[in-house]
């Protein structure tokens, strides 16, 4: 079964929050959300697992558990490392394919088996052979 995103929780304590009621079933939760009950006491069923049999369960009772749920999963989400781009300068350094192995992947003249070229020279190294494929098409 496919795992509730973490905004549909977080609308969940929105409308928890905003509604003015004392007292909050998954009816009234679904006519504000916009959800059918039977999903919303699905996807609420994960911090009370009574929820899917009783219908008249307040909500509202729920509220510091979602909250506290919302603060681990975001806390459980692993930061998104972005790889830095290869620029139009850097790879004018090099001529061609053979001139970025001659420069990187050399050593007095030998080419060095052992060295090892890092993400940002890979992703390089990935242009410079794209660039030349397609100067080889245009001919």
Do not use: W
Not at 66 to 76: G, H, N, S, T
Not at 127 to 135: C, D, H, I, Q
């Amino acid at each position: 079964m496919k795992e509730t995103s973490l905004s549909v929780y977080k609308k969940y304590l929105s409308a928890l929050n905003k509604s003015k009621h004392k007292y909050v079933t998954a009816e009234k939760l679904s006519r504000e959300v916009g959800l059918y009950p039977e999903i919303i006491a699905s996807d609420l069923s994960v911090l009370e697992p009574t929820l899917m049999m009783d219908p008249s369960y307040n909500l509202k009772d729920l509220i510091p558990a979602l909250e506290e749920y919302i603060v681990k999963k975001e806390e459980k989400k692993a930061p998104v490392v972005k790889s830095e781009a290869v620029r139009k300068t850097e790879l004018a350094k090099y001529d061609s394919v053979s001139d970025f192995v001659y420069q990187k992947m050399t050593f007095g003249g030998i080419v060095d088996k052992t060295c090892y070229l890092s993400d940002k020279d890979l992703r390089a190294l990935k242009k410079l052979v794209s660039e030349e494929l397609a100067r080889r098409k245009k001919k």
